[in-house]
Nanobody
């Protein structure tokens, strides 16, 4: 199994920045894909950004140019750098790990963008 622990959420003003972290531990396989999803109240959980073990990344249109996903493979940690935050970015952000055999979710971290 794989365990994920997210951190870095909080309250930020519109236009501000936050950096989320997700540390993975356990039976981590090579070739895994790590992603960030978010879920606002009353809405479905949506993909925000995804990164493979190389440099391949992909982003939701709503965050392109504002969010950057990266990873430290030596520390099994994935990051989401969020800039120019908007009130509509308010949500619980979840980290996801996926390999050919297994998928795991973190517990989520709240991000609130408000003045």
């Amino acid at each position: 199994q794989v365990q994920l622990v997210e951190s870095g959420g909080g309250l930020v003003q519109p236009g501000g920045s936050l950096r989320l972290s997700c540390a993975a531990s356990g039976s981590i396989r090579s070739g895994n894909v790590m992603s960030w999803f978010r879920q606002a109240p009353g809405k479905q959980r949506d993909l925000v950004a995804v990164i493979g073990t190389g440099v391949t990344t992909n982003y939701a249109d709503s965050v392109k140019g504002r969010f950057t996903i990266s990873r430290d493979n030596a520390k099994n940690t994935v990051f989401l750098q969020m800039a120019s935050l908007k009130p509509e970015d308010t949500a619980v952000y979840y980290c996801n790990y996926r390999d050919g055999f297994y998928s795991a979710w973190g517990q989520g971290t709240q991000v609130t963008v408000s003045s």
